[in-house]
């Protein structure tokens, strides 16, 4: 069992590699999240195929190995009451942020068309399978892999200091904002062995995010 998980946390470790090369190119094209993207040429296209990359990556590893892995961890199951109202409360809380992050960030140039719009429809769609994607591997796989070999709390740091180096591409605030949330993400997939409820508060943080600066951008380009 312990060079079967060796090699899952190899392959882990190369996966991370990968994504993290995607991420810096992706940051040299100027692709780097929604907003940017839509200032760039052919720039929605691009961010869905880094999104999908992202996908086979962090979702091959389960897809592989799940015969051998913790069913668990995306199986539903039933979540007693405090799990349920720690969820929904760290979700709604992650909303509220959002959206005044989005609100009070300065809006960069874009460009908005009616296949835009289209498109954006998609790339909403692609975006959470990628964050389920990325949950799985990173509050689940990893995380999990990692409480075997170094304990809970070593591996909380290391898949934080993991998550926050994926995040270095992107602002400052998301840098600092990536750490107490890490953690937060790893506690709540401890405690409920889940990788969902990681996932709903990730899905809510950057929909409520990503939706409202793309309708502010919107609105500034219809005032123009």
């Known amino acids: 069992m312990i060079n079967y998980d060796l090699k899952i946390l190899a392959l882990s470790g190369l996966v991370f590699l990968v994504y993290f090369l995607v991420s810096w190119k992706s940051k040299k094209l100027g692709i780097g999240n929604l907003e940017s993207a839509l200032s760039v040429e052919n720039g929605l296209e691009q961010i869905n195929i880094k999104h999908s990359i992202g996908i086979v990556s962090f979702g091959m590893i389960f897809l592989i190995f799940s015969p051998e892995f913790d069913v668990h961890l995306t199986g539903i199951r039933e979540f007693n009451l405090v799990e349920i109202i720690v969820v929904v409360l760290l979700i709604s809380l992650a909303i509220i942020i959002s959206i005044r992050s989005a609100r009070s960030t300065e809006i960069h140039k874009a460009k908005i068309d009616i296949p835009t719009i289209q498109r954006i429809r998609y790339y909403f769609i692609v975006r959470t399978i990628f964050l389920f994607s990325y949950e799985l591997f990173f509050r689940g796989i990893l995380f999990f ?77 219809v005032k123009s």
């Open 145 to 221: 892999l990692l409480i075997d070999f170094v304990g809970v709390i070593w591996a909380i740091l290391i898949v934080t200091g993991s998550y926050i180096l994926i995040h270095i591409f992107d602002s400052k605030v998301e840098i600092i904002g990536s750490l107490p949330f890490g953690i937060i993400l790893c506690l709540i997939s401890y405690f409920t062995h889940s990788i969902w409820g990681p996932f709903a508060i990730h899905l809510g943080l950057s929909m409520a995010f990503e939706l409202t600066r793309f309708s502010l951008i919107n609105q500034k380009i």
